[in-house]
């Protein structure tokens, strides 16, 4: 499955950026939840919870299952490191 360009174009950014721009400028556990899911948003998963139905909506979805949702490996990398942080925060999921 194809992305989008524009979606792709916006993940290949994060990716390339994922190596200066530092989790910390996320300051609260919103924000980073927020970003964490923007990217699967973008690359077409489809939200389980209803907190995140509510916020980003499952229209135009195509992947049930995130493990499968096509990411670049430095999207990965970035989506890991913040999960950490929010781990290390104490934010809930």
């Known amino acids: 499955m194809r992305f989008p360009s524009a979606a792709?174009?916006?993940?290949?950014a994060a990716a390339s950026l994922a190596t200066t721009v530092s989790?910390?400028?996320a300051q609260t556990c919103q924000d980073l939840w927020v970003e964490r899911n923007q990217?699967?948003?973008?690359?077409?998963?489809c939200f389980h919870t209803p907190r995140a139905i509510k916020y980003f909506?499952?229209?135009?979805c195509r992947y049930d299952?995130?493990?499968v949702v096509p990411l670049p490996r430095g999207v990965r990398k970035l989506i890991?490191?913040?999960?950490?942080?929010?781990?290390n925060l104490g934010c809930s999921s």
């Open 8 to 12: 792709l174009t916006t993940l290949l």
């Open 23 to 25: 989790v910390s400028h």
């Open 39 to 45: 990217y699967y948003k973008e690359a077409g998963y």
């Open 57 to 60: 909506g499952n229209a135009g």
């Open 65 to 67: 299952d995130e493990a």
């Open 80 to 87: 890991a490191e913040i999960s950490r942080t929010e781990r």
